[in-house]
């Protein structure tokens, strides 16, 4: 069965870091792009970060340019979101999806989701 499992969430100050990590399936992590979403109350669920099936592309959502990092290790068939300078604002749940495209903001186009991380961000 394919799947994502996510972890890493929790509670930290402004200005801290965090690192969430997602496992996929050997066969997701092979043949899909993945990414990271994220969606605060009330507000729709948005596009954060995402990695290509190759790893030779990066896409950032401009609101975490420069403070998060998307990378991964195919050794464990884990992505990863380093989460650095966090703000308030990036207190959302968190959620690791994998797709056909790397560069695709829309959360229609994306097929396999894990069940989400919570992180949250004290001012």
């Known amino acids: 069965q394919e799947q994502l499992v996510e972890s890493g969430g929790g509670l930290v100050q402004a200005g801290d870091s965090l690192r969430l990590s997602c496992v996929a399936s050997g066969r997701i992590f092979s043949d899909y792009a993945m990414g990271w979403f994220r969606q605060a109350p009330g507000k729709k669920r948005e596009y954060v970060a995402a990695?290509?099936?190759?790893?030779?592309?990066?896409k950032y959502v401009n609101s975490v340019k420069g403070r998060f990092t998307i990378y991964r290790d195919i050794t464990k068939n884990t992505v990863y979101l380093q989460m650095d300078s966090v703000k308030p604002e990036d207190t959302a749940d968190y959620y690791c999806?994998?797709?056909?495209?790397?560069?695709?903001?829309?959360?229609?186009?994306?097929?396999?989701w894990g069940q989400g991380t919570q992180v949250t961000v004290s001012s």
């Open positions: 990695i290509s099936k190759t790893g030779g592309s990066l």
């Open positions: 999806a994998a797709g056909v495209s790397a560069a695709a903001t829309d959360m229609d186009r994306w097929d396999y």
